[in-house]
């Protein structure tokens, strides 16, 4: 059987990030074929060219998990209509030096989780022309933007009954695209 990893990317450090507690949730609607693995991003220092010969050891990191895996899963939360900053420094210190991007043509499937009516629309916009401009091909439909609520998530941290049809229909799409794509 063929194995799918995938990069998981959430960008979101709160301790209680309803990014984490989706991706958390989502890794559990997929099929046996697929593993997945949450590349952490916390302890990234801020991006600085200077440093492109010398990248810190979490940089090393981040970069060896991205050119391991099939795909990825971008989790992101909406800061002042775009990106968390954290995501963004991500995104910037794998795709350096210039030439050397661990991006580069691995699919990507990008959703989020908000308590505000429109979700993460604008956050995943933004983040869609940056990896567009990173050469990831992104899956388009279906768009998921996951607005928060009480019944959201059950008691252990699955995927509510009210939310489970429609994440798990993401979830088939997006491991169907990968297939397709890796």
């Given amino acids: 059987m063929v ?76 800061y002042n209509r775009s990106i968390s900053g954290v995501l963004k420094n991500a995104l910037d210190h794998a795709s350096r030096p210039y030439g050397q991007s661990a991006w580069a043509g691995k699919p990507a499937g990008v959703l989020g989780a908000s308590v505000g009516v429109l979700g993460t629309a604008l956050a995943q916009q933004h983040l869609r022309a940056i990896l567009s401009y990173l050469d990831v091909p992104t899956m388009g439909q279906p768009e998921a933007y996951v607005k928060v609520e009480a019944t959201l998530f059950d008691a252990d941290g699955n995927i509510g009954e009210g939310s489970r049809s429609f994440l798990q229909g ?13």
Avoid: C
Avoid at 172 to 182: E, F, L, P, R
């Fill in 3 to 78: 194995n799918y990893p995938i990069a998981v990317i959430v960008g979101s450090l709160r301790k209680d990030s309803y990014n984490r507690k989706l991706a958390q949730a989502l890794i559990r609607l997929a099929p046996l074929d697929f593993s997945f693995k949450i590349a952490e991003i916390g302890d990234l220092p801020l991006y600085n060219q200077d440093d492109d010969d010398h990248p810190a050891k979490s940089v090393k990191r981040l970069k060896a998990e991205v050119a391991a895996a099939k795909g990825l899963l971008f989790l992101t939360p909406e």
């Fill in 170 to 182: 993401w979830m088939d799409h997006y491991t169907a695209w990968i297939k397709k794509n890796a």
